[in-house]
């Protein structure tokens, strides 16, 4: 695994250079003679393995007349490939992001203090949510095509070991009617029956509602990966910083210490 690999800017720079390839219909062969670049260097880049410069990512892009908003988009991914933080506000980096971290994770812990985790939500609960009027719907768009490859990813097959922390709000009916969310606690005690994935309850008296925001902990066996500080409006923050990932890795702990197994409603 290189240093490159774990940033996140690297990481949503190759899959947004995949995408524009793809696009267009060439394949990486045929672009890397375009551009003048060695195959094996182009892949690097669309894998992530390597930063390119923000030079040879425009180049590439206006060969591919990408539209612009796109190459911007990921020329200025290009330029904080170094960093070890990224905001993606609009959530066009999400699956890539979710996706190589997952990937690279033997655990991933998600947090999640007042709704039901986007990925264990039903079609119904889901729907409540968007009714509200308060989503976007290209963000609701989004979330929907995100939960269906989630839910996939979480079958049966080979994988990191996912644990859902969910906080005691998120069973009260306040954000649908107690019919649905009935149902969709059924469908949580459904979940907790997978090998991979284990649900537990944080009560209110050991994390009162606001205190901890949502994320997402990614960690392999050597140590925390990443981590996601995520935005029911859409977009997430990712970072890899090491003095962030031990704060919230104590998070994690003692937000595990709290929870609890068979305390559903």
């Keep these: 695994m290189t240093e490159a690999a774990l940033r996140p800017a690297v990481i949503a720079l190759a899959g947004g250079l995949r995408e524009a390839r793809n696009e267009r219909g060439i394949g990486l062969r045929r672009l890397a003679a375009m551009v003048d670049l060695h195959h094996a260097v182009l892949s690097s880049f669309e894998l992530g393995q390597r930063a390119p410069q923000d030079t040879i990512v425009a180049h590439i ?37 979710r996706t190589a971290f ?28 968007r009714d509200t009027g308060l989503l976007a719907p290209e963000v609701t768009d989004v979330g929907c095509l995100l939960r269906t490859a989630c839910q996939l990813a979480l079958s049966d097959k080979p994988g990191p070991l996912y644990t859902f922390l969910i906080g005691e709000a998120a069973t009260r009916p306040d954000a649908c009617t107690p019919d649905v969310l009935r149902d969709q606690l059924d469908q949580l005690r459904t979940w907790t029956r997978r090998p991979r994935v284990a649900v537990r309850l944080v009560p209110a008296a050991d994390c009162p509602p606001g205190l901890v925001g949502p994320f997402t902990f990614y960690e392999h066996r050597a140590g925390a990966l990443a981590v996601a500080l995520r935005h029911h409006h859409g977009g997430a923050a990712y970072s890899t910083d090491q003095a962030v990932l031990t704060t919230y890795k104590e998070t994690v702990r003692a937000l595990q210490r709290r929870a609890t197994e068979n305390a559903w409603p």
């Design 61 to 97: 892009l206006g060969v591919l007349r990408t539209p612009q908003d796109v190459r911007d988009h990921l020329i200025d991914l290009a330029r904080r490939s170094h960093d070890r933080d990224l905001i993606d506000r609009t959530g066009r980096a999400e699956n890539y992001l």
């Design 102 to 129: 997952e990937q690279r994770s033997s655990r991933v812990t998600e947090w999640s203090p007042s709704l039901i985790p986007d990925v264990l939500q039903t079609a119904e609960y889901a729907g409540a949510l």
